[in-house]
């Protein structure tokens, strides 16, 4: 089978400001990655390029074999968590059917396939039993696992999370990465994370990104490389201290 992802040698500059330098990465099926790096360090930028949304100054984007306009309707993306965004009256259903209007012609109604794909996506992450709640009644965790599940109603072959962890408590953040240790056994998920704590717990393969990507092919990563990407001592970086911040004091 074909690379899920493979990057290679990826620029990009905003405004002449670099950002990705000579990125290369491949990702195979049932690979879980998570990609660390301080604030600013490109993560974002990254995601977005794998998923065409972006076009690099310079290299080559395959997803899934194919150019991502093409293939990226075969990804389950998960934005940044905002909780502002959630205050409009929608129901959990609501939210998970939401992800097959893709699939959809303009104003063509959801079918019975769309409420089985919905269902079945509930079910996976557990939530099934509140799907008639409103999503701005929900605790972080919960409504991560009902943003998850919107993005498995298309059955997609890779999941690509951006800091999945913002918002959930941490009693509940082991459930949440159990959720993905499952899912993981039939698809594979790259992970932008600062939650260096699951990171060693959880994942199989880490990259530090900092403009210039630190690939590592497995969990395995010393404090001398976290220190070379964050540019802080790894004491600092353990304790949440963004990258930024550390420059201005
Ligand atoms: N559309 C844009 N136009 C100009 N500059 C941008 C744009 N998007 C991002 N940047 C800048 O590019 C750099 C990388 O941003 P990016 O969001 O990819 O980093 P990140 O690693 O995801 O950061 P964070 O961890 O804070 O979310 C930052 O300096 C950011 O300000």
């Known amino acids: 089978m074909e690379n899920v992802i493979d990057l290679k040698d990826i620029w990009v500059s905003y405004d002449g400001v670099r950002v990705l330098e000579s990125v290369n990465l491949v990702v195979k099926d049932k690979d879980f990655l998570a990609i660390i790096g301080p604030n600013g360090g490109g993560k974002s930028t ?5 998923l065409g949304l972006i076009k690099p100054d310079k290299g080559s984007v395959s997803l899934l ?3 991502p306009a093409k293939t990226r309707r075969y990804v389950g993306y998960v934005p940044q968590y905002h ?4 205050d409009f009256p929608v129901t959990v259903w609501d939210v ?8 959809k012609r303009p104003l063509q109604r959801y079918n019975d396939d769309d409420r089985n794909a919905a269902t079945e996506a509930l079910k996976t992450v557990g939530m099934l039993d509140l799907k008639d709640r409103q999503i701005g009644e929900l605790s972080g965790g919960q409504k991560q696992r009902v943003f998850i599940a919107r993005s498995l109603v298309n059955k997609p072959k890779l999941l690509l999370l951006d800091e999945p962890s913002t918002g959930i408590d941490s009693r509940m953040q082991k459930e949440f990465y159990e ?5 993981k056994s039939e698809i594979a998920i790259v992970m932008v994370t600062h939650d260096l704590s699951a990171v060693s717990v959880y994942v199989d393969k880490i990259g530090c990104l900092n403009r210039k990507f630190h690939y590592h092919d497995d969990k395995e990563i010393s404090s001398h490389d976290l220190e070379v990407s964050y540019q802080c001592p790894v ?8 990258h930024r911040v550390l420059k201005e004091h």
Do not use: C
Request: charged letters at 10%; proline letters at 3%; hydrophobic letters at 50%.
């Open 179 to 183: 959720l993905l240790n499952k899912l």
């Open 65 to 67: 074999g194919g150019m």
């Open 46 to 50: 990254l995601l977005k390029v794998i």
């Open 235 to 242: 004491e600092l970086i353990a304790h949440g201290v963004p």
């Open 83 to 86: 909780s502002s965004n959630l």
């Open 96 to 103: 998970v059917l939401m992800g097959r209007l893709n699939t």
